[in-house]
């Protein structure tokens, strides 16, 4: 869902034709054009809409949260629909306006290094959201992502059983362009690797497709047979839903975790498709977030807001001041008192009428 493209007009239609292109026009552009170099101005620039939660979390909260600190703040939004030099363009487009924080996460981290570089020049701040850009970024805040992937890989062998010690298991992993999908696999491989007999087909999924999720399980399928594994890691809920569409294609019910406690993924499980998925609290991720865009907008210290410090994945950029929040494993047994119970999702939102009975059944009301 690309947000639609406003435009304020400013002075002549030559300027406004001038200030639409350096905004760059392209797939999730919500940029103004107005200029941003009056000290309110926040840049926010999402990767994707594939997966749900940008749209329906991290955007709205984040927004509230600049608002509720800044009431005279704006927010420059753009989503670059999972395209590298879509979200170079938009960069560029916020500091030619004169903005001066720009919250930054990244479609492909190894590409942000020079925008980084370039905006520093000009003293504008990067916050890295989620997930960890290059460059000399001011802040950074997510979750320790190498402690998912072994929330993960506990959840599945878990799922499996007492059978784990003699299962072979397929991985599915995320997005190689994505800071955060190298540690969620050296997690769960951290897990998996003794957890289970073997890991007998691995693959990479570019821009966490759930489409080439289910294509690459199809051909896991052919390759190792029907009886040639017995369960499945899924990076996130998203590719969960391709993969177990094509187990089902096959007649086959596997354990299959996830990530993102995404609502159909939350469905999935009540029904019994899906074995669990991780829940990461997003609100508090993203509103330290947008305190720490605000606290540097107005020259304030963050020091209280990011307590560690952390490397850049290439080890180039050290000392980076963070905040990393825990995450959970989510399964039927406890949707009710976590997701439902920090009003991420309401019993309604879950128990449509395809899903009352498993609502029922695992107490949901």
């Known amino acids: 869902m690309n947000a639609v493209t406003r435009r304020v007009v400013i002075g002549t239609a030559a300027v406004s034709m001038a200030l639409s292109l350096a905004a760059c026009g392209q797939a999730g552009d919500n940029s103004d054009g107005a200029s941003g170099g009056d000290g309110k101005t926040i840049g926010l620039l999402l990767p994707e809409n594939k997966t749900t939660r940008y749209e329906t979390f991290d955007r709205p909260i984040i927004e509230a949260k600049i608002k509720a600190l800044c009431s005279d703040c704006e927010v420059k939004y753009n989503n670059a629909a999972q395209d590298t030099e879509t979200q170079k363009k938009q960069f560029d487009a916020l500091v030619t306006q004169g903005v001066k924080v720009i919250i930054l996460d990244s479609v492909d981290y190894k590409a942000t290094k020079s925008w980084v570089q370039q905006a520093e020049k000009k003293g504008v701040k990067v916050v890295a959201y989620d997930r960890l850009a290059e460059g000399p970024i001011s802040a950074y805040v997510s979750y320790d992502n190498e402690k998912i992937g072994r929330l993960q890989g506990e959840a599945l062998v878990k799922a499996l059983g007492d059978k784990a010690k003699d299962a072979n298991v397929v991985m599915i992993n995320g997005s190689p362009t994505d800071p955060n999908a190298p540690l969620f696999k050296k997690g769960a491989h951290s ?175």
């Open 191 to 365: 897990v998996l690797d003794g957890g289970v007999k073997k890991v007998v087909y691995e693959q990479d999924i570019p821009d966490w497709s759930p489409d080439e999720a289910n294509k690459k399980m199809g051909a896991a399928i052919d390759s190792l047979g029907k009886t040639g594994f017995q369960g499945v890691y899924s990076a996130n809920d998203g590719m969960a839903g391709g993969i177990i569409t094509a187990l089902n294609k096959q007649g086959l019910k596997l354990p299959v975790g996830g990530q993102d406690a995404e609502l159909a993924g939350l469905q999935r499980i009540l029904k019994g498709d899906q074995a669990f998925t991780i829940y990461k609290q997003i609100k508090p991720e993203a509103e330290t977030t947008a305190e720490i865009a605000v606290k540097l907008l107005k020259g304030e210290s963050i020091d209280g807001l990011t307590p560690v410090k952390v490397t850049s994945l290439t080890g180039e950029f050290k000392d980076i001041p963070a905040k990393l929040y825990d995450a959970q494993i989510v399964t039927k047994e406890n949707i009710a008192s976590t997701i439902i119970a920090d009003n991420v999702y309401k019993a309604a939102d879950i128990c449509t009428a395809e899903y009352k009975a498993a609502c029922d059944a695992a107490g949901i009301k």
